[in-house]
């Protein structure tokens, strides 16, 4: 079964660093989406993409946040100057269809820490 | 705001007991609602869902949920639960035809022992 793989698993950095997780979705899916977990806290959304386009953000997503697509196979979030509080587990996820109107796929995290 | 309430943070259950985990969300409008289940070490995995039509739906691994409106509830159960279901357990929402992002609850750990 086809799934969603993020690189890398794990990442260190330290605080002002400029990190990129990297995210392959599903082959066929045409919308892509960010998510991230804080410790102890929810999933929250941070982005959608779609078409080479953002199609919706959260007010998380400030201009220290960009996607881009570079491929055709790779979806890529970057931190541009991280903070502590940018820790979290961050999630990519891919759908068919709108996330509305069809399920989305979720790859396994990339857990950051800011030092 | 729009949010989703679980209420039960961890749920600890012997081995063939039943489970219901409690999923509430605030939002007038109509909604798509989904359990996703965390296993230990992997990704979420979607459990069920439900869009349209019948209220109860049924998932993956012997897991239903029903849909109450009324209630604004979407409560997940399995008549008997195994060692295998240990996991953490998120539902989520989304507002139809509004937006791509889903709203998550900040999910149940279930412990289930032998």
């Known amino acids: 079964e086809p799934e969603v793989t993020q690189t890398p698993s794990h990442q260190v950095t330290q605080m002002g660093q400029e990190v990129i997780l990297r995210c392959v979705p599903i082959?066929?899916?045409?919308?892509f989406y960010w998510y991230r977990q804080i410790l102890g806290q929810k999933v929250e959304f941070l982005v959608s993409?779609?078409?080479?386009?953002?199609?919706?953000k959260s007010e998380i997503f400030d201009d220290q946040f960009s996607v881009e697509r570079p491929d055709g196979s790779n979806f890529t979030l970057k931190i541009r100057s991280t903070k502590l509080e940018d820790s979290a587990m961050y999630f990519c996820?891919?759908?068919?269809?709108?996330?509305?109107?069809?399920?989305?796929?979720f790859g396994p995290g990339t857990r950051l820490l800011v030092l | 705001a729009q949010s989703v309430s679980q209420h039960n943070h961890h749920v600890i259950l012997s081995e063939a007991a039943s489970l219901e985990l409690g999923c509430n969300y605030s939002y007038g409008g109509t909604v798509n609602l989904f359990w996703y289940v965390q296993y230990p070490g992997q990704h979420l995995q979607l459990l069920l869902k439900?869009?349209?039509?019948?209220?109860l739906v049924k998932g993956i691994k012997g897991f239903e949920a029903e849909f109450i409106k009324s209630k604004f509830s979407f409560n997940l159960r399995k008549p008997s639960v195994q060692w295998s279901d240990t996991a953490e357990y998120f539902c989520?929402?989304?507002?139809?035809?509004?937006?791509?992002?889903?709203?998550f609850g900040t999910g149940t750990r279930l412990q289930v022992f032998p």
């Open positions: 082959s066929n899916h045409l919308y």
């Open positions: 439900y869009f349209s039509g019948d209220p």
């Open positions: 996820a891919s759908s068919v269809l709108a996330g509305g109107l069809e399920t989305q796929y």
């Open positions: 989520a929402v989304n507002l139809q035809y509004n937006t791509d992002k889903l709203i």
């Open positions: 993409f779609y078409n080479n386009e953002i199609s919706e």
